[in-house]
């Protein structure tokens, strides 16, 4: 049994109530190395008078309430669905290049142990603490992804108010934000499968409750915050929040076409955390700093500088 799988069995043992671990772990060496693992992967575990306590408000991931929600899509797409307690990243459980034009596959992992954010920024959530998972699926050809990346931070903003969580923003392209705090983001790839159709590898991270002892994320400056936080409830199920979010972000997946964020463009200003603030971007090797006007109908970025508007198709807001 590997260092993971026994600190899976720890994991799931305490998320149900405080035990001495005897019937698990029977060598002290062994048990050492795994409550150091757990530490490193952002769980806490105290020791006191015989009993081992978890010490996170754990929620671990039901798939048969994830899979109730995917089956309510009206859909003949065969539709795999991996959920492991740790994978490197989800984005690299399966491989874009293999997917057909029937399969959707969708990867949710508890445990992330090399996540990244955008410009491989390294995003660190701990077990059981966010919302981590990857849709890998085929795509028509000549997809924009700056365009389909703004369109899908869109949708989740909207799935995720459908549910009760009212107020979240967008920065530009793709990170999420609440009340000056980053929620999560999404990751967007385009590859080309053996027939040379397009595809997506979709990566998003959502925090969904976060232990309180440190920051956890180091893919920003900004403090992080959580969708508890939002709600101030943290008995919300969060089996159901990420099965609810997969199927309203693959209906929007479905639905995708080169007229999807033009009938969202007027309704930018209001979703954008940064809309009509001076902002300083870094393309490429130079920033540029201006005024933030919006986007057009192809996701680009829309800059005021010097009483000029120019259109900004990649780029990492810095400031």
Same mark, same amino acid.
């Given at each position: 049994?590997?260092?993971?799988?026994? $600190? =899976?069995?720890? +994991?799931?043992?305490?998320? !149900?109530?405080?035990?001495?671990?005897?019937?698990? @772990?029977?060598?002290? #060496? %062994?048990?050492?190395?795994?409550?150091?693992?757990?530490?490193?992967?952002?769980?806490?575990?105290?020791?006191?008078?015989?009993?081992?306590?978890?010490?996170?408000?754990?929620?671990?991931?039901?798939?048969?309430?994830?899979?109730?929600?995917?089956?309510?899509?009206?859909?003949?797409?065969?539709?795999?669905?991996?959920?492991?307690?740790?994978?490197?990243?989800?984005?690299?459980?399966?491989?874009?290049?293999?997917?057909?034009?029937?399969?959707?596959?969708?990867?949710?992992?508890?445990?992330?142990?090399?996540?990244?954010?955008?410009?491989?920024?390294?995003?660190?959530?701990?077990?059981?603490?966010?919302?981590?998972?990857?849709?890998?699926?085929? $795509? =028509?050809?000549? +997809?924009?992804?700056?365009? !389909?990346?703004?369109?899908?931070?869109?949708?989740? @903003?909207?799935?995720? #108010? %459908?549910?009760?969580?009212?107020?979240?923003?967008?920065?530009?392209?793709?990170?999420?934000?609440?009340?000056?705090?980053?929620?999560?983001?999404?990751?967007?790839?385009?590859?080309?499968?053996?027939?040379?159709?397009?595809?997506?590898?979709?990566?998003?991270?959502?925090?969904?409750?976060?232990?309180?002892?440190?920051?956890?994320?180091?893919?920003?400056?900004?403090?992080?915050?959580?969708?508890?936080?939002?709600?101030?409830?943290?008995?919300?199920?969060?089996?159901?929040?990420?099965?609810?979010?997969?199927?309203?972000?693959?209906?929007?997946?479905?639905?995708?076409?080169?007229?999807?964020?033009?009938?969202?463009?007027?309704?930018?200003?209001?979703?954008?955390?940064?809309?009509?603030?001076?902002?300083?971007?870094?393309?490429?090797?130079?920033?540029?700093?201006?005024?933030?006007?919006?986007?057009?109908?192809?996701?680009?970025?829309?800059?005021?500088?010097?009483?000029?508007?120019?259109?900004?198709?990649?780029?990492?807001?810095?400031?």
């Amino acid at each position: 049994m590997s260092n993971d799988d026994k $600190l =899976s069995s720890i +994991i799931r043992t305490l998320s !149900l109530a405080d035990s001495n671990l005897e019937n698990l @772990i029977a060598n002290q #060496d %062994e048990l050492t190395v795994a409550l150091n693992l757990a530490a490193d992967y952002g769980l806490m575990i105290t020791h006191n008078n015989g009993l081992y306590t978890l010490e996170n408000k754990l929620k671990i991931l039901d798939k048969s309430i994830i899979y109730n929600h995917l089956e309510l899509l009206n859909s003949d797409i065969d539709i795999e669905l991996s959920i492991k307690d740790f994978v490197n990243t989800t984005t690299e459980e399966f491989d874009p290049r293999e997917i057909k034009s029937n399969e959707l596959k969708i990867s949710i992992a508890e445990f992330q142990k090399q996540g990244r954010g955008r410009q491989n920024r390294k995003w660190f959530s701990p077990f059981g603490a966010g919302i981590s998972s990857s849709i890998f699926k085929h $795509l =028509s050809k000549n +997809i924009n992804p700056i365009g !389909l990346s703004l369109y899908l931070g869109i949708r989740i @903003i909207d799935a995720l #108010d %459908e549910i009760g969580f009212h107020g979240i923003k967008l920065k530009w392209p793709n990170d999420l934000y609440y009340k000056d705090k980053k929620l999560g983001g999404i990751l967007v790839d385009i590859y080309q499968n053996s027939d040379l159709d397009s595809v997506i590898s979709l990566g998003i991270g959502i925090n969904y409750c976060l232990p309180d002892n440190k920051n956890f994320n180091f893919d920003t400056e900004k403090t992080p915050i959580d969708l508890c936080s939002i709600i101030k409830d943290e008995n919300i199920d969060r089996s159901t929040v990420a099965g609810h979010l997969l199927k309203r972000v693959i209906e929007n997946l479905n639905s995708f076409n080169e007229n999807s964020l033009k009938d969202e463009q007027e309704r930018w200003k209001d979703i954008d955390y940064l809309y009509a603030k001076t902002i300083t971007i870094e393309v490429v090797d130079k920033q540029i700093t201006g005024i933030n006007r919006g986007i057009t109908s192809d996701g680009e970025l829309i800059l005021e500088v010097d009483s000029k508007r120019i259109k900004i198709i990649t780029g990492h807001i810095v400031g």
